[in-house]
Each structure stands twice: as structure tokens, then as C-alpha cells.
């Protein structure tokens, strides 16, 4: 199994919701990263965990909560968003952290109303 | 600062033509170099990843070279068809174990 997962595919949700997004990956990674990425921008880092720790968390405000459960799952938590926090939200992983190639999931298409 | 500025931002072509992105960085110290084709909506697919010894790297029609002494790299695409529409991302990682450094993409549109 050589994917990265991610559900929802798509997600709607107002300012004063909670969802959470989900991903997978069966490679035995023990990176995961979460990015998040405007229309005709490229992806910006939010967060990376390595070996199940937070190791870099890019400023992201608190209204997004990442949780890594599990050396094959990323959990990113969502709550009370705005709507410029509408994008594609775009999970990746590697073998360790920065070494190796990254290997990016399908992504969620979130719209915060 | 570490960079990466990809030209041209789009780039319309017929199919069945050839055409050439560029890349150059001011990443420091280089690691390694990736270009990803990304589909609209889509997460980025590798297309290839080369370190500071590769100078060409082929994945099919796309061949990718790279100077290292310049900084530059480019992505070659032979005999374009409509599905190489996409946006294209050349990706820089530094040996310090910091992230990646994006270039800003270059969409290509591929015409009938």
C-alpha cells in the first residue's frame, strides 16, 4: 500500500461547528505533515509530527488542533474556523521527518461558511 | 531566505508539443530537488526527486535536469497530451532537517 488517505473529501461547516479531518497511511512512515493550500498557491506547512510527537507547529491558530493517535493516523481538529480558512487541506507523510520523499494523500476541499 | 521561484506562472501549449518549465532556488544547504504535478483539487503526485549528483532524471516523458552549480533546474515534457494539464511544483529540501521550500507552481494547459 503505497497511498496516503483522506476523509472527507470534501467538507462544509460554520463558523461555530466542530469536524474533524482524517489521515491515513499503511507505509510504515513515521512522518505525517498537514498543509494547507489556497487556489494557484502552493501548499503551506501547518504542522509536522514525527515518531507520534508534535514536532513543528508553523503559528497555526489554535482553532485548528492536530492529534496524532497512531504512527499510521493524523487527525487534524476543527472549530469555530472563518472563512478564510476555506482551502484544500492536504495531509502527506514520509519515511522520517524531511528525509526522503513525501508522499501527499488526495486532500479534504473545506468551505467554512 | 531560502527560495524557489518557478517560471513561467502558466504556459498554454497545442498537444503533441514539447515544452520546458524552470526552477531555480537559493536553498542552502541543498538536499534534494522534486518537481510534483499536482491536478486541480488534487494532492501533488512525485514526478521526480533528484539529489546534488543527478543531473537528469527521466520519468517517462518528463525528464527533469538539474545544475546544481547554478542552481537551476528544469522539467522537460515530450509530446504533451491533454492529461499534463495540471499545475507543476518544484520542491527544495535543505540537509539541516528543516521542510520543504516550494517554488510557486507553473500551470500548463495543454490545448487540442
Known amino acids: 500500500d503505497t497511498e496516503v488517505t483522506q476523509t472527507p473529501k470534501h467538507l462544509v461547516m460554520g463558523m461555530t461547528n466542530k469536524k474533524s479531518l482524517k489521515c491515513e497511511q499503511h507505509m510504515g512512515h513515521r512522518a505525517m505533515y498537514w498543509y494547507k493550500q489556497k487556489a494557484k498557491k502552493p501548499p503551506e506547512l501547518m504542522f509536522v509530527y514525527s515518531y507520534e510527537k508534535l514536532s513543528i507547529n508553523e503559528s497555526v491558530p489554535s482553532r485548528f488542533s492536530p492529534e496524532c493517535p497512531n504512527s499510521s493516523l493524523l487527525n487534524l481538529h476543527l472549530h469555530a474556523l472563518q472563512p478564510e480558512d476555506s482551502a484544500l487541506y492536504l495531509c502527506?507523510?514520509?519515511?522520517?521527518?524531511?528525509?526522503?520523499?513525501?508522499?501527499f494523500g488526495p486532500g479534504t476541499r473545506l468551505t467554512v461558511l | 531566505k531560502n527560495q524557489v521561484e518557478q517560471s513561467p506562472q502558466s504556459l498554454i501549449i497545442l498537444e503533441g508539443k514539447n515544452c520546458t518549465l524552470q526552477?531555480?532556488?537559493?536553498?542552502?544547504?541543498?538536499?534534494?530537488l522534486r518537481w510534483y504535478k499536482q491536478d486541480t483539487g488534487r494532492g501533488p503526485v512525485s514526478l521526480t526527486i533528484?539529489?546534488?549528483?543527478?543531473n537528469t532524471k527521466s520519468n517517462g516523458r518528463y525528464t527533469a535536469t538539474l545544475d546544481a552549480d547554478t542552481k537551476q533546474s528544469s522539467l522537460h515534457i515530450t509530446a504533451s497530451q491533454l492529461s499534463d494539464s495540471a499545475s507543476y511544483i518544484c520542491v527544495v529540501s535543505n540537509n539541516a532537517g528543516n521542510m520543504l521550500t516550494f517554488g510557486g507552481g507553473t500551470r500548463l494547459m495543454v490545448k487540442p
Open positions: 526552477c531555480n532556488y537559493t536553498v542552502s544547504p541543498f538536499s534534494n
Open positions: 533528484m539529489t546534488f549528483s543527478e
Open positions: 502527506a507523510s514520509s519515511q522520517v521527518r524531511a528525509v526522503g520523499e513525501q508522499f
